[in-house]
């Protein structure tokens, strides 16, 4: 990973047995948590599979449930769909998203992929290789 010369200034003055948190190493640098770098990677593969044609098998299995089988007890675990719908709500600011708008925006190509660079630039300090 590569610093600016400024900000690994910064996270040098951090001794240890100052107990500083993560989330405040991470401010001082200028470096957003890697959650938004995944989100960001999980949308882009999204995005790319929803345009793909009906007939590809990753399409298939986007919206694919099983007809057998038994759900054990308590809450079901969350699912990949649940954590891009999650991701898109955040990126895009709209808090009720649902499947069909997120693949009604994935559909353009040109404005899902500048939505994820203007939320990569906001979230871009610090990593070198995105």
Same mark, same amino acid.
């Given at each position: +990973?590569?610093?600016?010369?400024? !900000?690994?200034?910064?996270?040098?003055?951090?001794? %240890?047995?100052?107990?500083? !948190?993560? $989330? $405040?190493?991470?401010? &001082?640098?200028?470096?957003?948590?890697? $959650?938004?770098?995944?989100?960001?990677? &999980?949308?882009?593969?999204?995005?790319?599979?929803? =345009?793909?044609?009906?007939?590809?098998?990753? #399409?298939?299995?986007?919206? %694919?449930?099983?007809?057998?089988?038994?759900? !054990?007890?308590? &809450?079901? =675990? #969350?699912?990949?769909?649940?954590?891009?719908?999650?991701?898109?709500? @955040?990126? @895009?600011?709209?808090?009720?998203?649902?499947?069909? #708008?997120? $693949?009604?925006? /994935? /559909?353009?190509?040109?404005?899902?992929? *500048? +939505?994820? =660079?203007?939320? =990569?630039?906001?979230?871009?300090?610090?990593?070198? *290789?995105?």
């Amino acid at each position: +990973m590569v610093f600016h010369q400024t !900000s690994l200034r910064r996270i040098l003055r951090i001794k %240890w047995f100052y107990h500083v !948190s993560n $989330e $405040e190493v991470l401010r &001082r640098a200028g470096i957003k948590p890697v $959650e938004t770098f995944i989100s960001a990677a &999980r949308l882009r593969w999204y995005g790319h599979v929803v =345009r793909m044609p009906d007939y590809r098998i990753p #399409k298939f299995l986007l919206n %694919w449930k099983p007809n057998y089988g038994k759900r !054990s007890r308590g &809450r079901p =675990r #969350k699912d990949w769909k649940s954590c891009v719908l999650e991701d898109a709500a @955040t990126f @895009t600011g709209v808090k009720d998203i649902n499947n069909s #708008k997120t $693949e009604a925006l /994935a /559909a353009n190509r040109v404005q899902w992929r *500048n +939505m994820l =660079r203007r939320q =990569r630039g906001v979230c871009d300090a610090g990593h070198s *290789n995105d």
